[in-house]
């Protein structure tokens, strides 16, 4: 096992990690109040798109703790930054299975996003109704929503059956929640995937492209940055092909059988966000 040094700079999960639902795992204010005595830098990054980053400093400081709006990065605001790289904003149009995480993030950034059953209609049909005007979507983004329904399903369906970019924020298939572990955003993708025979595009963990990004605003090089994370199909492969270390703790999906099942392996395992806060406190900064 690597020694536990020269960390400056943390990319944290949530789900499973900070909170289960609206419990906060034991120790959460005393994490990071030791991150701001040893000056760690961190960006919480997380797969789950369904808030905005004013609603996760709301939901940190109903738990006793204080972060400011910029070190938060979603998978919503991933996706928004990585589509306005690819596409320009101006004359994009995007259908959002998804709340306010998902949608504000690209609605700040300058696309358009269409309604219930506008879909792009064939050229064949725009000839013969003499209607130029560009209906539909350009691109479906697919993001936690537990406002979900049948019309939503049906309209990114045609969507994409039509020409549409298919784009998941993330795929994790379950979600752990005070209730227990529940569906995630991965079985919504699955479902639209069998409908389409189209597979999305993934923006969230395991993709290094959020981790890339968090290390951009953390302004950290990657051999003194660390992931923590609970699953290991997503925060720590995640880390893996971005080239950086990484904490898996044991409070939220993935478990020890998990890892002796494992083909890959964090750097670390650690049994809840105390021990991590304690392994910090002790290590040696080089």
């Not at 005595?37 to 109903?62: G, H, M």
């Not at 400011?68 to 996706?79: D, H, K, M, P, W």
């Not at 795929?171 to 929640?177: C, K, Q, S």
Request: hydrophobic share 40%; aromatic share 6%; proline share 5%.
């Amino acid at each position: 096992m690597q020694p536990f040094t020269n960390i400056r700079a943390l990319i944290i999960d949530m789900d499973g990690v900070l909170w289960h639902g609206t419990h906060p795992i034991p120790g959460l204010t005393d994490f990071f109040q030791t991150l701001s005595d040893l000056q760690i830098r961190f960006i919480l990054a997380t797969n789950n798109a369904s808030l905005t980053p004013e609603q996760y400093v709301s939901k940190l400081a109903q738990m006793g703790v204080t972060v400011a709006r910029n070190q938060i990065l979603t998978s919503g605001i991933a996706t928004a930054l990585y589509l306005s790289e690819q596409v320009n904003p101006a004359e994009t149009r995007v259908f959002v299975i998804g709340v306010d995480g998902a949608t504000q993030p690209l609605i700040d950034r300058g696309f358009t996003l269409t309604g219930l059953y506008e879909v792009k209609k064939s050229n064949d049909s725009v000839k013969k109704s003499n209607d130029s005007v560009k209906k539909g979507a350009d691109i479906v983004v697919c993001g936690k929503d537990e406002t979900l329904t049948w019309d939503k399903l049906a309209t990114a369906t045609l969507n994409i059956r039509a020409g549409a970019k298919f784009i998941g924020t993330n795929a994790d298939t379950t979600l752990p929640t005070e209730h227990g572990i529940t569906h995630g955003n991965g079985a919504i993708l699955a479902a639209l995937e069998v409908a389409t025979g189209v597979a999305p595009t993934i923006i969230g963990k395991p993709e290094p492209i959020i981790y890339q990004q968090a290390l951009a605003l953390l302004g950290a090089e990657p051999d003194e940055t660390v992931a923590i994370g609970d699953r290991l199909e997503t925060d720590i492969l995640g880390a893996i092909r971005t080239g950086i270390r990484s904490i898996m703790v044991l409070t939220g999906i993935s478990s020890e059988d998990d890892l002796q099942a494992s083909e890959y392996q964090p750097t670390w395992v650690m049994p809840d966000l105390r021990a991590v806060t304690q392994a910090l406190r002790n290590q040696v900064i080089s």
